[in-house]
T-cell receptor
């Protein structure tokens, strides 16, 4: 069965610190997709990144980077030089064949100035 | 503008009073889903639809109904709401399996 674990319930950092959000997943499929979404205080869900199971290349987008490791079933998300605007709930999600997204419980990130 | 629109955004209702939350997408997506978000549990799928007249249960379907009579619309129906259905609800659509889902703005429902 699919499962996504975000063990960090809440993280607090001071602005300009780097922070890594952990995501560990379980799946029996060889083809699957991983996602990160951001939920700012306003409540909407903002798509950040998609990665398929055949592409283990790490990705960097500005201050954001993602480390996908199939060997450890992890898809971690790092924010470099965090800013107050990064304060949000971050969700990792897994999709196998079909339309069902399985979400982790989310990590609340608080960035203090 | 490509979007998923949910209405209402906020709703307070009483136990047992039937309600419908509407969801509409303008992207001609095949797949649509409903999720509920609860603290510490993330988002959980309630129902999904692969096309018109094709729907199936997700992980937490009890107490909910859906219909897909048109491709663009996917309403969520609570025939007899109960307090344990107080939650934040999201509608989502996607064109295919490996593509990210587009989410509506969310509907915060309180059942008293």
């Amino acid at each position: 069965a699919q499962k996504v674990t975000q063990a960090q319930t809440e993280i607090s950092v001071v602005e300009k610190e780097d922070v890594t959000l952990d995501c560990v997943y379980e799946t029996r499929d060889t083809t699957y997709y991983l996602f990160w979404y951001k939920q700012p205080p306003s409540g909407e869900l903002v798509f950040l990144i998609r990665r398929n199971s055949f592409d283990e290349q790490n990705e960097i987008s500005g201050r954001y980077s993602w480390n996908f490791q199939k060997s450890t079933s992890s898809f971690n998300f790092t924010i470099t030089a965090s800013q107050v605007v990064d304060s949000a709930v971050y969700f990792c999600a897994l999709k196998e064949y079909g339309n069902k997204l399985v979400f982790g419980a989310g990590t609340i990130l608080r960035v203090k100035s | 503008e490509a979007q998923v629109t949910q209405n209402p955004r906020y709703l307070i209702t009483v136990t047992g009073k039937k309600l419908t939350v509407t969801c509409s997408q303008n992207m001609n997506h095949e797949y649509m889903s409903w999720y509920r978000q609860d603290p510490g549990l993330g988002l959980r799928q309630i129902y999904y639809s692969m096309n018109v007249e094709v729907t199936d249960k997700g992980d937490v379907p009890e107490g909910y109904k859906v219909s897909r009579k048109e491709k663009r619309n996917f309403p969520l129906i609570l025939e007899s709401p109960s307090p344990n259905q107080t939650s934040l609800y999201f509608c989502a659509s996607t064109p295919g399996t490996g593509v990210e889902a587009f989410f509506g703005q969310g509907t915060r429902l309180t059942v008293v």
